[in-house]
């Protein structure tokens, strides 16, 4: 490779080592090579063919299809069914504990400022700014305060090493922390203990579940409403906390229901609301979803800790939000009710979009206002009250008043007006005022999402590259 070329771009799988284990078939003369993972978390046996492991126990893989896999435990021989997104390739960059892939930087500061942590606790993830690099982000903290600073990792063209300066080259990024770990020469501390890995959920409740049985659900106690219907806190089996939306009697179409909710199932992103599984078989319709602590962002702006947010977490959050309704838009899938009341709130302002695609087959009669109206005015395009027209770009419009809820703390939009009178003051080219918390790059952003014309407005894509810019702008970082 010439000094003037790139080095090619490192992914995730960087440096991994496939160890296999072999395993004679029966009915063959020949070896089959089986990968080995390891487990990065514990988990407890939901099914009769599930296997249990717990953190570090190594597994043999049969079958990698689907979510559940086929595995042995190599710690006692047992078989049986485990959660994909529990296990990484043995040895390989995403079994380290301190590795957190996907993890954007504000992500990164959420997690690192947690109470719990201590000077010099740190994560490497992906690089924001440059496809294929890593970042490092470290926790300091001195007499002015916690500080969460960034490093990007740069890799040589001419022979591939890694190094945060030039004077110390390694390896592997594996090399690269073990060294920082007992030297502080480039950072301001030695390097602690990982960042802590919040368990994830399972992609699903288990192989093949979907239709859920009822008396499997037992209920805990009520979230809140909405247009929808109840949500519920719940406990599947005994064992995973859920929430559950019961939806009104009569309020949809059995079939419509069953075939929209098929393809919510496969709409995966790490900033929407999983939809687990339906209970489908008599009325009220349950929707059973991840658990999401905090509740509503609207709750959780009015109620909760979000009323202490700073502008950054503000910035950060709806940068998330962003995130999710990129992927939607990538896969045209249209929301029809983006709002507060339907993003969720995780530990650490984490936020996942919920309810989306469910006004599609919810009646008209069924989701109304408290002001009557068929759907709500307030975060609705003008061509989707006037035309009943929705589109991506209606959901932009939509994403816009979100902005306004997020930056006021949870306002109402349009207070004062009623639902009537809205649609006219639109017309004559009215738009909601600057919130108090709001810059005016990111009001003259918010104002672009309410343009008249549909196809003038900004993508989502666009959006999410925006909001990432601005909080880049408000953390300070090398990276």
Same mark, same amino acid.
Not at 194 to 210: F, M, N, Q, S
Not at 379 to 400: C, H, L, M, N, R
Not at 464 to 478: A, G, I, P
């Given at each position: 490779?010439?000094?003037?070329?790139?080095?090619?771009?490192?992914?995730?799988?960087?440096?991994?080592?496939?160890?296999?284990?072999?395993?004679?078939?029966?009915?063959?003369?020949?070896?089959? =090579?089986?990968?080995?993972?390891?487990?990065?978390?514990?988990?407890?046996?939901? /099914?009769?063919? %599930?296997?249990?492991?717990?953190?570090? %126990?190594?597994?043999?893989?049969?079958?990698?299809?689907?979510?559940?896999?086929?595995?042995? *435990?190599?710690?006692?021989?047992?078989?049986?069914?485990?959660?994909?997104?529990?296990?990484?390739?043995?040895?390989?960059?995403?079994?380290?504990?301190?590795?957190?892939?996907?993890?954007?930087?504000?992500?990164?500061? *959420?997690?690192?400022?947690?109470?719990?942590?201590?000077?010099?606790?740190?994560?490497?993830?992906?690089?924001?700014?440059?496809?294929?690099?890593?970042?490092?982000?470290?926790?300091?903290?001195?007499?002015?305060?916690?500080?969460?600073?960034?490093?990007?990792?740069?890799?040589?063209?001419?022979?591939?090493?890694?190094?945060?300066?030039?004077?110390?080259?390694?390896?592997?990024? $594996?090399?690269?922390?073990?060294?920082?770990?007992?030297? /502080?020469?480039?950072?301001?501390?030695?390097?602690?203990?990982?960042?802590?890995?919040?368990?994830?959920?399972?992609?699903?409740?288990?192989?093949?579940?979907?239709?859920?049985?009822?008396?499997?659900?037992?209920?805990?106690?009520?979230?809140?409403?909405?247009?929808?219907?109840?949500?519920?806190?719940?406990?599947?089996?005994?064992?995973?906390?859920?929430?559950?939306?019961?939806?009104?009697?009569?309020?949809?179409?059995?079939?419509?229901?069953?075939?929209?909710?098929?393809?919510?199932?496969?709409?995966?992103?790490?900033?929407?609301?999983?939809?687990?599984?339906?209970?489908?078989?008599? /009325?009220?319709?349950?929707?059973?979803?991840?658990?999401?602590?905090?509740?509503?962002?609207?709750?959780?702006?009015?109620?909760? %800790?979000?009323?202490?947010?700073?502008?950054?977490?503000?910035?950060?959050? =709806?940068?998330?939000?962003?995130?999710?309704?990129?992927?939607?838009?990538?896969?045209?899938?249209?929301?029809?009710?983006?709002?507060?009341?339907?993003?969720?709130?995780?530990?650490?302002?984490?936020?996942?979009?919920?309810?989306?695609?469910?006004?599609?087959?919810?009646?008209?009669?069924?989701?109304?206002?408290?002001?009557?109206?068929?759907?709500?005015?307030?975060?609705?395009?003008?061509?989707?009250?006037?035309?009943?027209?929705?589109?991506?770009?209606? %959901?932009?419009?939509?994403?816009?008043?979100?902005?306004?809820?997020?930056?006021?703390?949870?306002?109402?939009? #349009?207070?004062?007006?009623?639902?009537?009178?809205?649609?006219?003051?639109?017309?004559?080219?009215?738009?909601? $005022?600057?919130?108090?918390?709001?810059?005016?790059?990111?009001?003259?952003?918010?104002?672009? !999402?309410?343009?008249?014309?549909?196809?003038?407005?900004?993508?989502?894509? #666009?959006?999410?590259?925006?909001?990432?810019?601005?909080?880049? #702008?408000?953390?300070?970082?090398? !990276?």
């Amino acid at each position: 490779m010439s000094e003037g070329e790139d080095p090619p771009p490192v992914t995730s799988e960087v440096n991994d080592v496939n160890v296999t284990v072999s395993k004679t078939d029966e009915n063959s003369n020949e070896t089959e =090579a089986k990968p080995k993972y390891i487990a990065l978390f514990d988990f407890e046996p939901r /099914e009769a063919n %599930d296997l249990g492991f717990r953190k570090g %126990d190594v597994l043999t893989i049969y079958d990698d299809s689907d979510d559940w896999w086929y595995a042995k *435990n190599d710690a006692n021989s047992e078989e049986g069914y485990v959660p994909c997104n529990y296990i990484q390739p043995i040895n390989s960059l995403r079994a380290e504990e301190w590795f957190f892939p996907e993890t954007t930087k504000g992500d990164a500061n *959420n997690l690192l400022l947690a109470p719990a942590l201590t000077k010099g606790a740190f994560m490497l993830r992906d690089s924001d700014s440059k496809k294929g690099y890593f970042s490092l982000s470290i926790r300091d903290e001195d007499i002015e305060g916690i500080k969460i600073k960034h490093y990007r990792i740069e890799r040589s063209k001419k022979d591939s090493t890694f190094y945060l300066t030039k004077r110390r080259k390694f390896k592997s990024v $594996q090399e690269l922390v073990e060294f920082y770990k007992e030297n /502080e020469r480039d950072l301001p501390c030695k390097l602690g203990k990982p960042c802590p890995r919040e368990k994830p959920g399972t992609r699903t409740l288990g192989r093949a579940v979907w239709e859920i049985e009822r008396d499997s659900l037992k209920w805990l106690h009520k979230l809140g409403g909405g247009s929808f219907g109840e949500v519920w806190k719940a406990i599947w089996k005994d064992r995973v906390p859920v929430a559950v939306k019961s939806l009104r009697k009569g309020s949809m179409s059995t079939d419509g229901f069953l075939e929209e909710a098929r393809i919510m199932k496969e709409l995966r992103h790490e900033k929407l609301v999983p939809l687990y599984g339906i209970c489908s078989t008599q /009325e009220p319709i349950y929707i059973v979803t991840e658990l999401m602590s905090n509740g509503s962002l609207l709750d959780y702006l009015r109620n909760g %800790d979000g009323k202490n947010l700073e502008y950054k977490s503000l910035v950060d959050i =709806a940068a998330q939000v962003a995130s999710g309704m990129s992927y939607l838009e990538m896969k045209n899938f249209i929301h029809r009710d983006l709002a507060a009341r339907n993003v969720l709130v995780g530990d650490n302002n984490m936020v996942k979009v919920a309810d989306f695609g469910l006004a599609r087959v919810v009646s008209s009669q069924s989701h109304q206002t408290k002001e009557g109206s068929p759907f709500p005015i307030r975060w609705t395009a003008p061509e989707a009250i006037s035309k009943q027209k929705f589109t991506i770009k209606s %959901d932009v419009w939509s994403f816009g008043v979100l902005l306004f809820e997020l930056f006021t703390k949870g306002e109402v939009p #349009y207070a004062g007006l009623g639902a009537m009178d809205i649609f006219p003051k639109l017309q004559s080219g009215y738009r909601l $005022q600057k919130p108090q918390f709001c810059t005016d790059k990111i009001y003259k952003t918010m104002t672009t !999402c309410w343009n008249e014309d549909p196809e003038i407005r900004p993508t989502f894509q #666009y959006l999410h590259r925006f909001l990432e810019q601005s909080l880049e #702008y408000q953390l300070s970082s090398r !990276c």
